[in-house]
């Protein structure tokens, strides 16, 4: 890691309300580069409502977002040049097949023609896609849509990516091959960073990670910092100060 280099991604006092109570709460994150970063929380924890705001999908009520020092609200352009996402909800243009899919976003980020024809053919092929390739992605599963996803997040070969719940809705078999790609990702200075709700997964993957809970990070650095000496899915229910429930009650259940 070079500490010279800005840090991949920069959260500072960001804040987001819809009408009530804020859904992010001076939320501060540091990404340093080069790290592969978790991003964990309960359900309405406010999760998505943070990545959005950090990469330019939903402009904040206040604070700031910075890609490798570039502002993402005053510098779109240039920040977004950096970041592949994988928003919460991918809308795409679903009466494309995957390789159209994938064409028009190349050429839309400005990528020349063959470089596009030879990117899309190897995500496809890496993704286990290529087979699928004269199927709409209207009639992809939600697994491949998971996937034509990243593979639209990597084309542009950004040097930071953002996912949200990469891994929902994906059999085993593609999980690991995208755990190689990101696992490789890094390994050749790339930065990530994703949100799970798998407490093992983000254990195994990630070497940083962040807890939030009602907006708010409660807790933030190294894997081992946050976990101390318990499992992350136990420092994690201390931390959002839950409740292990189904000990007690539903009796009926087994009657």
């Known amino acids: 890691m070079n500490n010279l280099q800005p840090s991949a991604l920069r959260l500072t006092g960001l804040y987001k309300g819809f009408g009530g109570p804020w859904v992010v709460d001076d939320v501060h994150l540091d990404v340093p580069p080069g790290s592969f970063f978790g991003l964990v929380g309960p359900n309405g924890a406010g999760k998505t409502t943070t990545l959005s705001m950090a990469v330019g999908l939903l402009r904040p009520d206040g604070g700031q977002a910075q890609i490798f020092g570039v502002d993402v609200w005053a510098d779109p352009a240039r920040a977004k040049a950096a970041v592949g ?57 939600a697994g491949m849509r998971k ?70 990070v409660v807790a933030a650095g190294t894997l081992a910092e946050v976990r101390g000496p318990h499992t992350l899915e136990e420092a994690f229910v201390r931390l959002v100060g839950g409740r292990v429930g189904g000990a007690e009650g539903l009796s009926w259940l087994a009657s």
């Open 147 to 216: 996937k034509i996803g990243l593979a639209m997040a990597l084309l542009h070969a950004p040097k930071l990516l953002v996912l949200d719940e990469p891994f929902e809705a994906v059999d085993p078999i593609s999980a690991t091959t995208i755990r190689t790609i990101l696992q490789r990702f890094v390994a050749a200075g790339g930065s990530v960073v994703l949100s799970s709700h798998v407490m093992a997964l983000v254990e195994n993957l990630c070497d940083r990670v962040a807890v939030i809970t009602s907006g708010r």
């Open 85 to 141: 996402v994988l928003p919460d909800g991918l809308a795409v243009p679903e009466r494309l097949t995957g390789p159209e899919l994938l064409t028009y976003s190349g050429l839309l980020r400005g990528l020349p023609a063959d470089v596009v024809a030879e990117r899309t053919a190897e995500l496809l092929g890496v993704l286990e896609l290529a087979d699928a390739g004269h199927t709409l992605v209207i009639d992809y599963s």
